[in-house]
């Protein structure tokens, strides 16, 4: 302790005073006095002004992965926008916990203030919603995933979905829809040259290969287990992996045409049903995948 | 020491000395006015006989490791008795958010949902019956970390390899209230980027991250540069938790009468300001509690030879 007080105390015993006394000791003396040493305050102010400067400034940086906007993370269901959602999720990862699947995941330090916040790599594992009742909405306790958003929170045209979208492994049951009011993204055939489909060829196999730890729900196999997309192989006359898995109803089918040389041609449409859940993403064969989430994309004609 | 004043040192202002002292406590400091060499002869029979134990150190660290297991656990064995992490969880179904995350959500966002608010408001009654900065030294993973290398740091300081810098313990108000601003100007969390505790707390349950290395830069700036520097300068955590403890019944006592002022406490305290009053001649009264900086991490308790510092719960003994 350097924060000695001025010894006005009755009470107080002549103890821990050394600097005092040392200066009491020389006062007589004629020989030029040595400053008594005693910590300098003045040093430790600045040296904490750079403390405190220092952890500001680090704090700060997350803000610059942040603004870069260098990545746009596909979030999980019902999540706020960007900026609302960043500052609700309290980073405690219970959405990671309770989601079936283990699509969601918790960003890193290089995400900056998105350190903790989940978000779901469509392609290694996407939402299939095996859960039926979003569990990762139900177990946030911030409202950072939400059923109901409040009036006073962002919402941009486009992300609302038209009504409550159908859950086809719940088409048999009372109530076969979910309870999720906005999309997550929107999916879009980037590469439909590479797509199967288009190109008129079928698929046989493991969709993902042998060493893909990606799982689904297929209904007629397990209602309540999700299996491993590589125990589950297909055989196809012409790929339509995207639509047949697609775990919503209406979201996205394929578009046969005839061309002009009367060969038929076809090509995976996406609806507006679509709530970017990433399942079409994440099953597509071919690699990379020819059809992909964009993340936080609002439907767009 | 009045509250305000525990208070206004736990914000970083210097321990004055008191202004009036009872008679009972006058008395005594009377009786132990003694020659220099009779005081050090009566320190040194104290410390000859003290029974070195750790009874409160290998509690805490027991307590402290089966929190953050539990939660590791529940995740990994799917048990689920505390789910989520130390920023916000679920104890057998019931929200437990943290103080601090909640209150920079709370800045940030300006929106507060129900459960949010039983969180917080449960976490809240919950410390200010288990002593606030308890949670420090009971549970925050950083704390039990920090230990161990606050130890190679006094290693390497004995052999005069390091020293310890202080800074201004103000520094951690300033902090508080800058990283409270930020949260409402940024709209970000802003604290929780860098906060280790909650940077541990996740490790522990979901796996090793990039942002440990930040946690090993801090531990090594304390070995090298400032002891046990996180804690006692920078922490906001621990400020808020330490406005929660002012007001809590459980804490760390001084008795005056069995206190033979070698001052070993306060070199193993994390907070020795919190201390000053077991200097000879400080205390105004027989007995006095420590103040609300105290992370009741109970190494005082333990190092006492003669039993002058003690877990006390006030009100207590008025019921018994």
Redesign the interface.
């Known amino acids: 302790m350097n924060e000695r007080t001025r010894d006005d105390s009755p009470a107080a015993a002549p103890e821990e005073q050394p600097a005092a006394a040392s200066a009491a000791a020389t006062a007589g003396s004629r020989r030029p006095q040595a400053p008594v040493r005693r910590p300098s305050s003045r040093r430790r102010f600045i040296r904490s002004a750079f403390l405190i400067g220092g952890v500001l400034g680090l704090a700060m940086l997350g803000y610059v992965p942040v603004a870069g906007a260098q990545r746009t993370r596909l979030r999980p269901p019902g999540a706020l926008e960007e900026s609302d959602f960043l500052a609700s999720c309290i980073k405690c990862g219970q959405c990671v916990q309770v989601c079936p699947v283990a699509a969601i995941r918790l960003d890193d330090i290089d995400s900056g203030f998105g350190i903790g916040v989940p978000w779901i790599d469509a392609r290694a594992q996407a939402c299939d919603f095996s859960c039926d009742a979003v569990q990762c909405i139900l177990a946030c306790p911030t409202g950072s995933l939400t059923y109901h958003k409040p009036a006073a929170l962002a919402t941009r045209p486009g992300m609302p979905l038209a009504r409550a979208p159908l859950l086809k492994a719940k088409e048999k049951d009372a109530e076969p829809t979910l309870n999720l009011a906005e999309r997550m993204g929107v999916a879009r055939l980037s590469r439909p040259d590479s797509c199967l489909a288009v190109q008129g060829k079928g698929f046989r196999g493991q969709a993902r290969g042998a060493d893909f730890r990606g799982r689904l729900r297929y209904v007629e196999r397990d209602r309540w287990r999700p299996v491993a997309v590589r125990d589950h192989p297909y055989e196809r006359d012409l790929c339509n992996l995207c639509v047949s898995e697609c775990p919503i109803g209406d979201a996205i089918t394929m578009l046969a045409t005839v061309a002009a040389d009367g060969r038929r041609q076809y090509q995976p449409q996406v609806l507006e049903q679509c709530v970017g859940c990433g399942v079409c993403e994440m099953i597509c064969p071919v690699d990379p995948a020819a059809i992909v989430i964009d993340a936080r994309q609002p439907w767009a004609i | 020491m009045s509250a305000s004043e525990r208070l206004r040192v736990m914000f970083g202002a210097?321990?004055?000395?008191?202004?009036r002292?009872t008679p009972a406590?006058?008395q005594v400091?009377q009786l132990?006015?003694m020659t220099k060499a009779d005081?050090e002869a009566l320190k040194q029979h104290a410390r000859d006989h003290q029974l070195v134990n750790h009874k409160w150190r290998n509690r805490r660290w027991a307590v402290l490791l089966l929190v953050n297991l539990l939660f590791t656990f529940?995740?990994w064995l799917d048990i689920q008795m505390l789910?989520?992490?130390l920023?916000?969880?679920?104890f057998v179904g019931f929200?437990l958010?943290?103080l601090n995350?909640?209150l920079q959500?709370m800045l940030?966002?300006r929106?507060v949902?129900v459960?949010?608010f039983i969180?917080t408001a449960t976490v809240f009654v919950l410390w200010v019956a288990l002593g606030g900065r308890s949670f420090c030294s009971w549970v925050c993973p950083y704390h039990i970390v920090a230990e161990w290398f606050e130890w190679l740091h006094l290693k390497l300081a004995a052999r005069k390899l390091v020293s310890d810098?202080?800074?201004?313990r103000?520094?951690r108000s300033?902090?508080w209230f800058?990283?409270a601003l930020?949260a409402v100007l940024?709209?970000?969390?802003?604290?929780?980027?860098?906060s280790p505790t909650?940077?541990l707390s996740?490790a522990l349950?979901?796996g090793p991250?990039?942002?440990l290395?930040?946690v090993l830069l801090l531990l090594l700036f304390e070995v090298l540069y400032s002891r046990r520097?996180w804690c006692r300068?920078?922490c906001p955590i621990g400020m808020t938790y330490g406005m929660v403890g002012a007001v809590s019944p459980l804490r760390v006592e001084y008795r005056l009468e069995h206190c033979f002022?070698e001052g070993d406490c306060?070199k193993v305290c994390l907070v020795?300001?919190v201390l000053?009053v077991v200097?000879?001649?400080?205390a105004?009264d027989l007995k006095t509690p420590i103040g609300p900086d105290c992370t009741r991490c109970g190494l005082c308790v333990d190092v006492c030879p003669s039993g002058a510092l003690v877990f006390d719960i006030k009100g207590l003994n008025r019921l018994l």
């Open positions: 210097a321990p004055l000395k008191p202004e002292v406590a006058q400091h132990k006015r005081f529940s995740f789910e989520g992490s920023t916000a969880s679920r929200h958010i943290d995350s909640a959500v940030a966002h929106h949902i459960n949010l969180g810098h202080e800074f201004h103000g520094a300033v902090l800058a990283f930020l940024s709209g970000y969390t802003v604290f929780e980027t860098i909650g940077i996740r349950i979901y991250s990039l942002a290395g930040w520097a300068y920078v002022h306060r020795p300001h000053d200097i000879k001649g400080r105004a």
